[in-house]
């Protein structure tokens, strides 16, 4: 069977006053991203978003697959993924949040060396293959994808996205700029 998960998508940035006291109503701890559901309950953290999504739909269409090894290596690709995008975010707050003479740049390259060994190891993941968690589709990728274009906006030189040519192909794959493009503010 073929579903249609309807959502209505709202970006709220956690830097603008007025958005975040909206953010902090729907979160306590103010903090995107959060699903409410149509009966107002509130699911916080992506991958238990995510994971409440798969459930909605058959096991064909699930991003991650629901048991064994297949699933437990989606997972890891998965926290890699985001972990890279918990230090670039990292990054993102020295540089727009915390005053200039203030920033601490040790810890920005610290940051940087992590992520970019993060997204190395995502790359490596796909030698060979059009996935990052085995033959098919998963969360995984979306979250490898969402990472280069944060690292992108973030990372500062030396980093080289043409290096990453693996997560590029990714990017650009018609599975993942399709559903990109509709989700990216
Ligand atoms: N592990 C969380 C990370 C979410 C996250 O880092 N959100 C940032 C987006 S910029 C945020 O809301 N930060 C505000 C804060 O933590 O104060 C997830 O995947 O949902």
């Not at 972990?83 to 990054?91: E, N, P, T, Y």
């Not at 944060?150 to 794959?173: C, E, I, K, M, Y």
Request: charged content about 25%; glycine content about 6%; some cysteine.
């Amino acid at each position: 069977m073929h579903q249609a998960f309807a959502f209505e998508h709202r970006s709220l940035s956690t830097a603008d006053p007025a958005e975040f006291a909206e953010i902090r109503r729907i979160n306590p701890l103010g903090r995107v991203p959060a699903l409410v559901l149509p009966g107002g309950e509130v699911i916080i953290e992506s991958s238990a978003i995510l994971d409440h999504v798969d459930e909605t739909v058959d096991a064909d269409r699930a991003l991650l697959p629901r048991r064994g090894p297949e699933r437990r290596l989606a997972l890891q690709r998965m926290a890699l993924a985001t972990g890279v995008c918990d230090k670039l975010v990292a990054i993102g707050y020295e540089l727009t949040r915390r005053p200039a003479d203030k920033r601490y740049d040790p810890w920005i390259e610290q940051c940087a060396a992590q992520a970019t060994a993060g997204l190395v190891a995502l790359d490596t993941a796909l030698n060979d293959t059009n996935w990052v968690a085995g033959s098919r589709i998963t969360q995984g990728d979306f979250a490898a994808a969402v990472a280069l274009d944060l690292a992108v906006r973030l990372l500062p030189a030396p980093f080289d996205a043409a290096q990453l040519g693996g997560l590029a192909r990714l990017r650009a794959s018609t599975e993942v700029s399709g559903v990109l493009s509709r989700v990216t503010p």
